[in-house]
T-cell receptor, first 112, second 112 residues
Framework: KQEVTQIPAALSVPEGENLVLNCSFT??????LQWFRQDPGKGLTSLLL?????REQTSGRLNASLDKSSGRSTLYIAASQPGDSATYLC???????????FGTGTRLKVLA | SQTIHQWPATLVQPVGSPLSLECTVE??????LYWYRQAAGRGLQLLFY??????ISSEVPQNLSASRPQDRQFILSSKKLLLSDSGFYLC???????????FGPGTRLTVT
């Protein structure tokens, strides 16, 4: 059974810092991994999607990497801004299923 | 471009009353559709998913049910709500190529 863990649960950093969010999964037979952002009381916004054959994806100040063999993905945020404050979730789709398993998220606060 | 709608945005219902939440997707055809619930301080729990009209897979054997009467319409229902049904309900869709997921704005349900 696929399990997804995100560490840390919460993170507070000063503006301008580069930071890394972690996502671990127990079953390496995945189809893809997706990173989302959720603002309080809102739906999820897709940030990056990494297919199982890819090693990383980049969008602006965001870079996500995937290491299937070790069951890990990281989301790198460069030059953090107060507007980056939100909860970040990762989700894994295991091969052979249509289901996505979500981590419990990392709550990020960027201080001005 | 694709758009996903959910309504209502907020709902307060007494215990024992029925429930109907609706989700529609525009700008795509034959999407996979998903219902999730997010309880306070917890991760996303997959409730139902559908890969085609009339096809429903249930992940949570509780007093909720789902239906897909049209290709881009997904409905979540209950005949009698419980206090434990309170939460934030999110609808999502994915394309059948990349399987990237996109979320609606959510419905906040409070059962009193």
């Amino acid at each position: 059974k696929q399990e997804v863990t995100q560490i840390p649960a919460a993170l507070s950093v000063p503006e301008g810092e580069n930071l890394v969010l972690n996502c671990s999964f127990t079953d390496s037979a995945i189809y893809n991994l997706q990173w989302f952002r959720q603002d309080p009381g809102k739906g999820l916004t897709s940030l990056l999607l990494i297919q199982s054959s890819q090693r990383e994806q980049t969008s602006g100040r965001l870079n996500a990497s995937l290491d299937k063999s070790s069951g890990r993905s990281t989301l790198y945020i460069a030059a953090s801004q107060p507007g980056d404050s939100a909860t970040y979730l990762c989700a894994v789709r295991t091969s052979g299923t249509y289901k996505y398993i979500f981590g419990t998220g990392t709550r990020l606060k960027v201080l001005a | 471009s694709q758009t996903i709608h959910q309504w209502p945005a907020t709902l307060v219902q007494p215990v024992g009353s029925p429930l109907s939440l609706e989700c529609t997707v525009e700008g795509t055809s034959n999407p996979n559709l998903y219902w999730y619930r997010q309880a306070a301080g917890r991760g996303l729990q997959l409730l139902f998913y559908s890969v085609g009209i009339g096809q429903i897979s249930s992940e949570v054997p509780q007093n909720l049910s789902a239906s897909r009467p049209q290709d881009r319409q997904f409905i979540l229902s209950s005949k009698k709500l419980l206090l434990s049904d309170s939460g934030f309900y999110l609808c999502a869709w994915s394309v059948q190529i990349s399987y990237e997921q996109y979320f609606g704005p959510g419905t906040r349900l409070t059962v009193t």
